[in-house]
């Protein structure tokens, strides 16, 4: 079994993430911890709401209840980008050219890399926020569907409606597809590359006994991985009309144990997949090869995070539970 190097927290861990080579965690209180030559922690909000990796800059997006966009670099340095105060910061997302995201209530926010903000309002409250691939475009979730907003240009957004309440949303890696978590237990897909002028296609993707909470692009962008099951549902995205008619691949069923957190391999098709019960399984997708990382724990599995070579994962729990899985051990 590969070696654990714990790390034991006192708050649920929102996000787990790679910053280089340094492992970061970042709890609901607002601290941020990171494994660098000892655990070292950075106090950066009071009360943390979402956190997500930048790659292109390599650092740590975060939203508070402070109010506060915060940029933390690899050193545990701290950058302002943006406070509301008396406002939460529910959503944030990482844009291309040096843009990032963020969402407070019905309104989202654009911040440019020359500081320059732009605002989009809805008539529900934001739910997720996502840029697409390929130029500067975000995609906002909310009640009864998505909305397209081109960031640089004038006009009316593309709206691709499917009703009932939208809760996060994602882009493919190559930008033909975009998929949005729901709250009734589904996740709901559209193609993007229809013709000028044609309907965008459809994608029901149903079936889940509990809400989906995590999702995952594998390496290129062929599967997504996602919980909200007793195992990890892997729908493929070869194929120029998606999971259309196709069965998704079922990885790591535990009977009545959830999937509560999926992260696919940075180069193998392989999906680790944490549980409610704290268990880590390594699962490839070619014959559903198991492999048991790490025994169930305290809590619940909130975060996963590869490192860039693949040879490290990184977890943490809702009970604070956290640690580095080696694989080369």
Aim: glycine share 12%; aromatic share 8%.
């Amino acid at each position: 079994m590969p070696t654990i190097a714990p790390l034991d927290l006192d708050a649920h861990i929102v996000t787990v993430a790679y910053l280089g080579d340094v492992p970061f965690f970042a709890d609901a209180t607002g601290r941020i911890h990171r494994l660098d030559e000892g655990h070292k922690v950075t106090e950066a909000h009071d009360g943390l709401l979402a956190a997500i990796l930048d790659e292109a800059s390599g650092t740590l997006l975060t939203g508070g209840e402070d109010g506060k966009v915060l940029r933390i670099a690899r050193d545990g340095g701290v950058t302002e980008l943006a406070h509301h105060p008396r406002k939460w910061i529910s959503q944030v997302a990482p844009g291309p050219q040096g843009a990032i995201g963020y969402a407070i209530g019905r309104n989202a926010f654009v911040r440019l890399a020359d500081g320059t903000t732009k605002e989009f309002t809805e008539q529900r409250t934001v739910e997720g926020l996502a840029f697409a691939p390929k130029g500067l475009r975000i995609a906002l979730a909310r009640y009864n569907g998505v909305s397209l907003h081109w960031v640089a240009m004038a006009g009316q957004p593309v709206d691709l409606d499917w009703k009932g309440a939208h809760t996060g949303v994602t882009f493919s890696p190559d930008g033909r597809f975009l998929v949005t978590q729901m709250q009734e237990n589904a996740l709901h897909g559209w193609k993007m590359d229809v013709k000028p002028g044609s309907e965008t296609r459809h994608m029901r993707m149903t079936g889940y006994p509990a809400k989906v909470k995590s999702l995952s692009w594998s390496v290129k962008g062929k599967w997504l991985a996602s919980s909200g099951a007793p195992a990890a549902i892997v729908w493929p995205f070869q194929g120029k009309d998606g999971p259309m008619g196709k069965a998704p691949l079922e990885l790591g069923t535990r009977g009545d144990v959830m999937a509560t957190q999926v992260a696919c391999h940075p180069t193998d098709e392989i999906a680790a997949i944490g549980y409610s019960d704290g268990m880590v399984l390594a699962v490839r997708f070619a014959d559903s090869k198991e492999v048991l990382l790490r025994r169930p724990g305290k809590g619940a599995i909130s975060g996963f995070a590869w490192s860039r070579s693949g040879r490290q994962l990184a977890f943490g729990s809702e009970s604070g539970e956290a640690g580095i899985i080696d694989l080369t051990a």
